[in-house]
């Protein structure tokens, strides 16, 4: 049984409301249930809180926990200044420089590193193919497969570089939709074709240069599954992307609490089509009750057959090796930023006149 907690703990992310960790997950952390913890923008303020805030959360878990935030640049950038204020990744390919694509990468990775993140939900490399699109926009690096490819591609060199372990998204593509997924389950009818030559060929850029976890979409495609979204369908995690593309990293779900899922399903339905569709990491960015009840639906379905047994034990041991490959302990330095080079970060901005305006 302890073994089996510790795996379904191995699944999950959770994210929080407020400024410190609560008590609940720290015990999960404590207790190896729970296998890291997501940072948003209502949970940091200055420097010194973020600082302690992360370190609050290496001190909790025997084993290192993933430490994961969205820094993306552009809308998407949860710390901002005194960090640099990084544009947007349309406007960074723009340059058609892959070699500053890389430099803006490492640079803008390394500034999270030195505040104890360790995972980065990004690259973003959905194709900016739908001028409508609510939610990707400006956070595309283009609007073609070579253009997502290769400056994806380089940005994901520069992670790399500075140490952070980088996840792709939105799986199998997002950039065709004209409707968010926060609010509400968007059905893309691209034909297979069209997604095999366009929203698949980034994807498989990111397998090719062995990027270590991909985070789903919360979209249904028809072409590919009639029946449910990608983050919940065989056909798609498992069939398409396992199969097919070849990729044996880890999966990961976008936001459960997002409409386009927590409308639909329930959450021990949520862990049942996710597990068999081949989920290995169930992100819960809110709604502590939401958590507790997934980490139980999961255990339920492990203790329930020797089947399931065998599907969560191969997803922890995913994201077991995923961790032993990428991440390191966090030491704190003193000062936590260097200024030297946030100095040279800003200089790299400069040489495309990308700095934000005064």
Known sequence: MRELQQDVGQMIIAGFDGTTLPQSLTQSLQNETLGGIVCFRRNLEEIEQIAALTQSIYDASPTLPFVAIDQEGGLVQRIKAPLTVWPPMQRVAETEDANFVAKVGEALNDEIAWLGFNLNFAPVVDIHTEPTNPVIGNRSFGTTPKQVSRYAGAFLGGMAIAGMMPCAKHFPGHGDTAVDTHLELPVLRTDLETLNARELEPFRAMIQAKVPMIMTSHILFPA?????????????????????????GIVI??????????????????????????????????????????????????????????????????????????????????PLLDETLLAQHRDLLAQYNLLPLA
Request: glycine share 4%; hydrophobic share 40%; net charge positive.
């Open 224 to 248: 590919l599954d009639p029946t449910h979204p990608a983050t919940l369908s065989s056909p798609i995690l498992n069939d398409l992307l396992r199969i097919r593309l070849g990729y044996d």
């Open 253 to 334: 779900t976008d936001d459960l609490n997002m409409r386009a899922i927590a409308d639909h399903y329930a959450v021990e339905e949520i862990a049942a089509r996710g597990l068999e569709a081949g989920v290995d990491i169930f992100l819960m960015c809110q709604h502590e009750e939401r958590r507790v009840a997934l980490t139980e639906a999961l255990i339920a379905l492990g203790e329930s057959s020797s089947l399931h047994r065998q599907r969560i034990r191969l997803a922890a041991q995913r994201v077991r090796n995923g961790k032993k490959s990428w991440l390191r302990p966090w030491k704190r330095t003193t």
